[in-house]
């Protein structure tokens, strides 16, 4: 089955910086990759994603590429704030294309 | 507008205890999901369903029960608790697929 494997597990930048996290998956027959953002005592909230007929998708800070040959995505998020302190987690959708399969998690520490 | 809610927000249970964790959603979405969420461990699929009437295990379904006789509730069945079985509970709801799907707030649950 789908395997997604998520880097860096701890992420600590200064605001201000960049922040990059990288996942890879397994089956290449996957074809939606979401990312969410889980702050503390509350549940994943999607934040952007990405098909696989798109390498790369913006939204104001954050932006999502995607290799579909190397099969990794990266969510980058840049001039980072306090407020992006959260666990974030990248997933796909691998056939039939009935729940996703999650990375394990990124926690991301922005200090002002 | 109250999404996806689940009860309780927190449960301690004693092993060999059963209880029900409860999940609705008020957005007519057909699918729904209940994860579990460990420490380091990412989000761990462990039923979900297509519409009313269709269940399915996802990866880690032992000790887990669910059903779903309407499509805004889907309850999660926990029989004879283990310690195995403490953990964050999240359920999801999405209107077609995993795509865009929306988390609830999660029950903490501890089995001692």
């Known amino acids: 089955g789908e395997n997604v494997e998520q880097h860096p597990s701890t992420l600590s930048v200064q605001e201000g910086d960049s922040a990059v996290i990288k996942c890879t998956y397994s089956?290449?027959?996957?074809?939606?990759f979401p990312w969410y953002k889980q702050e503390l005592g509350k549940g994943p909230q999607l934040i952007i994603d990405i098909r696989s007929n798109v390498g790369e998708k913006k939204d104001q800070r954050i932006a999502v590429t995607l290799n579909k040959t190397a099969k990794h995505f990266s969510l980058h998020i840049t001039e980072t704030q306090p407020e992006d302190s959260a666990v974030y987690f990248c997933a796909a959708e691998p056939p039939p294309r009935t729940a996703l399969i999650f990375g394990k998690g990124t926690t991301l520490s922005v200090s002002s | 507008n109250a999404g996806v809610t689940q009860t309780p927000k927190f449960r301690i249970l004693k092993i060999g205890q059963s209880m029900t964790l409860q999940c609705t959603q008020d957005?007519?979405?057909?699918?729904m999901y209940w994860y579990r969420q460990d420490p380091g461990m990412g989000l761990k699929l462990i039923y979900y369903?297509?519409?009313?009437?269709?269940?399915d295990k996802g990866e880690v379904p032992n000790g887990y029960n669910v059903s779903r006789s309407t499509t805004e509730d889907f309850p999660l069945r926990l029989e004879l608790a283990a310690p195995s079985q403490t953990s964050v509970y999240f359920c999801a709801s999405s209107l077609t697929g995993p795509t865009e799907a929306f988390f609830g707030q999660g029950t903490r649950l501890t089995v001692v």
């Open positions: 369903s297509v519409g009313a009437g269709i269940t």
């Open positions: 089956d290449s027959a996957s074809n939606y």
């Open positions: 957005m007519n979405h057909n699918y």
